[in-house]
């Protein structure tokens, strides 16, 4: 399994080279009713214009299913379907090393540049790690690609909750 913090921008990175030179072919699933059966898809179209023939050769199915290094999520499977090959992560790992971790999913890094600065406020991770449900997670995921986004485009981003309001004083 990876070490330090898991990354979708890590994977994709993986993913894409697993598959050879040229134009990126993996994207991030998002659709609900997607997501019951796979994590990244290489649609058949890319892999057509990628492979001549349309048959993507076995030394990528292999390197696909034994991915790894940092950042990258571990591989559950990889196979063809009629939307092009469907990739599925070892969930459970993946939640368990996330959850094991999640104090450096909410730490703040030191700016990289004097720019401007963005906080995503994330009430997930006000709670305790031991309680934390399954949609929590997802916001936490999602909100920790959001800031390496913002990050590789210059800004600073912070995810983590807001400081609580003191409370005011009466008069």
Known sequence: ????????????????????????VWFKETHARHLRVRDF????????????????????????????????????????????????????????HVLGALASYATPAKPASPGPRVVLHCPALRCNSGTLRLSQLRAVLVADHLVRVLRAHGNFGWNGPLPRRAPRPKH
């Open 1 to 24: 399994m990876a070490t330090g913090r898991l990354g979708v921008g890590e994977t994709l990175e993986a993913l894409n080279a697993a598959v050879g030179p040229g134009s990126p």
């Open 41 to 96: 898809l290489a649609p058949r179209s890319a892999l057509q214009a990628r492979f001549r023939d349309g048959q993507v050769p076995e030394c990528v199915f292999r390197a696909v299913s034994c991915l790894q290094g940092p950042g990258v999520a571990p591989v559950l499977r990889c196979a063809p379907t009629p939307a092009g090959l469907s990739l599925q992560l070892q969930r459970p790992a993946v939640f368990e």
